[in-house]
């Protein structure tokens, strides 16, 4: 697994310590057709990139602690203002102003909050309990049309593992929705970002197209 080094050019996966960032390194490999796919936790790596993938796993405090303890968080903004840019799970949580999850501020970059599944709504369309965390595979909804959409089925199934869900507060970012209790936000875009709440990396083919439309993507 590459790391550490400054290709220009590079399709760089933003490591800063939080969850197994080898399978997303390994998907955007198999669709990378030969361009470089480096992880690296380096500012200078993610300022030579040509495009971003902001992954993760974990709680929000903790990940938000790690990108200001390793000086990420200026190189993160900045490839989010100038690059093609993929936030994936927590990667698209810590996009927004502010989670409930710790009662923690987040990046920024999206206006909206971060909210855990409400207790009183994980019921499903038979009565029966909805366990949090939401883990499994569920369909999304392509609520608007985008690039990254591409080649995807409508209501295909990807995979989720999660108790937070973001909720923007121009609905004009929303680009994807997901049943599971509730109607919730699973796909954010907009100019060079595309954040979604489900592992591409995890969700078979569906997951590889999107992927591979990222690699693609000329926003």
Not at 7 to 33: C, E, F, T
Not at 40 to 61: K, N, T, Y
Not at 104 to 112: R, Y
């Amino acid at each position: 697994m590459s790391a550490d080094r400054s290709p220009k050019g590079a399709i760089v996966v933003v490591d800063y310590g939080m969850g197994n960032l080898r399978s997303v390194w390994q998907a955007l490999v198999h669709v990378a057709n030969g361009r470089e796919v480096v992880v690296s936790a380096d500012p200078a790596v993610l300022g030579a990139a040509e495009r971003v993938v902001f992954p993760g796993q974990g709680a929000m405090p903790d990940c938000m602690r790690e990108i200001e303890a390793r000086g990420l968080r200026t190189a993160v903004l900045d490839a989010a203002r100038n690059k093609p840019f993929l936030g994936i799970c927590i990667g698209q949580q810590m996009l927004f102003e502010h989670s409930e999850e710790g009662d923690v501020p987040g990046l920024g970059i999206i206006a909206g909050k971060v909210s855990r599944f409400p207790a009183e709504r994980m019921i499903d369309t038979a009565g029966n309990r909805l366990k949090v965390p939401h883990m499994g595979w569920n369909e999304v909804r392509q609520t608007t049309a985008h690039p990254l959409w591409q080649g995807i089925t409508d209501g295909a199934r990807f995979y989720f593992v999660h108790s937070y869900f973001v909720t923007p507060a121009d609905a004009g970012w929303v680009v994807g929705s997901t049943e599971y209790g509730l109607p919730f936000t699973s796909a954010v875009a907009r100019d060079n970002i595309f954040a979604i709440q489900c592992h591409p990396e995890k969700s078979a083919l569906a997951g590889l197209t999107m992927l591979a439309n990222f690699v693609a993507w000329k926003p």
